[in-house]
């Protein structure tokens, strides 16, 4: 029985690295390694060769409870196809596990392998897990329904593994253009669908996604220091049950995207229809730093709200800072107006908000237009709320918001995000939140300068 089972090892391994001539430089990558090929199923335990990259042929699945693990410093380029259902992905399925064991110096990258790069070339990294979902069980939007695409369960503290210093560039090609916003989003970027509190999630940018770049979907994992930049949709965007912290994240862009409909920085709700179904979505942050593309716009774009609650989420921010969208910093619907004035498990305090127009930083979407909503405002900036309206972002006093290459989002001196955190209250003093004194992403060190990992260019 040993010899079959070692034999069975081998020929998984083979399917899964088999050497294949990828469109990358010759089979030499850019940092002078030999290239070998991953495609089809990988069923066993396996290590990527820390002296190679790789090419992600097509969609790859981790499955039959295998652990995929990838050291610092490799890069992986994702074969482009035309067609959306032909997209490049790499799926861990449930029961399954993934290591990315990146550093800041040798960071792990996944990106496309065309000569000539852009959003949409491939589709996502998706990792599936057996948490909670208000769907109970859900498949990957975009993908085939089988039981290698479902996600969901009853283990809060699932495990799909570590992803630690990686940086994923040009996906989202599943996601046509505008596209539905009223129903969950198809796989783009970072996908953790029904992921469990036990995985690891840090240091993540996510770059140039044609949609989306990180998706909640249902499950309880907790990440830090996140960056989405320029992103077609959503920075961040939460549904289906999602109930987890995060702390340190950064929403960026410099134009606005032909992609979607309505991109927000960050964007939650609970299901399509809507229900309140349990669990009910309700993503608790602190230390955002969401930031729209520079300049009031004359026109409506498609660049929308910094936070926008929808379709009866609940939510609590904290701590962060939000500035230059075209329609406002933060927007309610008809579902979720009440829940946030009523204190329904619902919060948005102590966040310093910016709008390109003034009157317009909080706002209402009343379905058939959206409007100003100076009772909201007038909740919010309460004694107890203490959000703080900056009528210009030059206000924040950002060292470098629109910096050419890698803008410097660390407060300057005489900065109202040098003070003013929150994190009273049992949401907050849970050991996962670091408890600094400063709001938005960025303290007096600048995590996210440009660098090996955060690459800004």
């Not at 979902?133 to 699932?158: K, R």
């Amino acid at each position: 029985m040993k010899k079959i089972y070692l034999l069975l090892t081998v020929v998984v391994f083979f399917a899964a690295c088999k050497k294949d001539k990828p469109s990358v430089n010759n089979n030499i990558s850019n940092n002078g390694r030999k290239t070998d090929t991953l495609q089809g199923t990988i069923t066993a335990d396996l290590t990527l060769d820390a002296n190679k990259n790789y090419f992600l042929k097509g969609q790859v699945y981790v499955k039959n409870n295998a652990t995929l693990t990838v050291p610092a410093g490799i890069i992986v380029s994702a074969q482009v196809n035309d067609q959306p259902a032909n997209k490049s992905v790499l799926v861990i399925t449930r029961g399954s596990k993934i290591f990315i064991n990146g550093t800041a110096d040798k960071p792990v990258v996944f990106t496309s392998a065309a000569a000539t790069k852009a959003p949409g070339d491939w589709g996502a990294i998706i990792l599936l897990g057996s948490a909670p979902t208000n769907v109970v069980t859900g498949n990957v939007a975009g993908l085939h329904a089988s039981a290698d695409t479902q996600y969901g369960g009853n283990m809060p503290a699932d495990n799909s593994g570590s992803i630690t210093y990686l940086r994923l560039e040009y996906t989202g090609g599943i996601n046509p253009p505008a596209e539905d916003e009223w129903a969950v989003d198809k796989a783009s970027g970072l996908v953790m669908a029904g992921v469990g509190s036990a995985t690891r999630v840090d240091n993540v940018m996510v770059k140039y996604s044609n949609d989306d770049s990180f998706q909640f979907v249902g499950g309880t994992v907790n990440a830090t220091h996140l960056i989405s930049y320029n992103c077609g949709d959503d920075d961040f965007d939460f549904d289906l049950g999602y109930q987890g912290n995060l702390q340190f994240l950064i929403g960026y862009r410099t134009h606005a995207s032909s992609q979607a409909l309505r991109a927000n920085g960050l964007e939650s709700y609970n299901d399509s229809v809507p229900t309140t179904n349990a669990p009910l979505t309700r993503p608790v942050v602190s230390n955002m730093t969401i930031i729209g593309p520079q300049g009031i716009d004359a026109t409506k774009t498609n660049i929308n709200q910094g936070v926008y609650m929808r379709k009866a989420t609940r939510l609590a921010i904290r701590n962060s800072v939000v500035a230059e969208y075209s329609e406002g910093a933060f927007m309610v619907c008809p579902r979720t107006r009440p829940l946030i004035l009523a204190d329904d498990h619902a919060e948005f305090r102590s966040n310093l908000v910016q709008a390109d127009t003034t009157a317009r930083t909080f706002c209402w979407d009343q379905v058939t237009a959206v409007v100003a909503d100076p009772a909201l405002t007038i909740f919010l900036t309460n004694s107890v709320n203490k959000d703080s309206v900056i009528v210009a972002s030059a206000d924040m006093k950002l060292k470098a918001m629109y910096a050419t290459g890698a803008p410097d989002l660390t407060p300057a001196s005489g900065s109202p995000a040098l003070s003013g955190a929150d994190f009273t209250g049992v949401d907050f003093t849970n050991s996962f939140f670091n408890q600094v004194t400063y709001r938005g992403a960025i303290g007096t060190v600048n995590w996210a300068i440009q660098s090996n990992w955060a690459d800004w260019r």
